[in-house]
Nanobody, 121 residues
């Protein structure tokens, strides 16, 4: 059983920063890309940032220059740091991993349960 568990969300003032973490547990053979998505009320889920197994990254235009995604392959954890937070960053943030788990014949997407980030004064 593979699980992705996010942490680090909460209430932050505009201009502040936060760091989200997502830990992968279970019988995992390999992890390709790891990503962070977010979904604001009434909006579609959108990609925030993505990092490949080789460390290449890409970011949504809305967070470019403010966000940094990183990963630690030892403990199978991906991080998202966002600085200079804005009210429009308010959303539920979801972790995603493209991975190959025990019992699977191929890579597939796994999702975390989401963590709420609220940017407000």
């Amino acid at each position: 059983q593979v699980e992705l568990v996010e942490s680090g969300g909460g209430l932050v003032q505009p201009g502040g920063s936060l760091r989200l973490s997502c830990a992968v547990s279970g019988s995992v053979f390999d992890i390709n890309a790891m990503s962070w998505y977010r979904q604001a009320p009434g909006k579609q889920r959108e990609l925030v940032a993505r990092i490949t197994s080789g460390g290449s990254t890409n970011y949504a235009d809305s967070v470019k220059g403010r966000a940094t995604i990183s990963r630690d392959n030892g403990p199978k954890t991906v991080y998202l740091q966002i600085k200079n937070l804005k009210p429009e960053d308010t959303a539920v943030y979801y972790c995603n991993a493209d991975l190959w788990s025990r019992g699977s014949s191929d890579y597939r997407d796994y999702w975390g349960q989401g963590t709420q980030v609220t940017v407000s004064s």
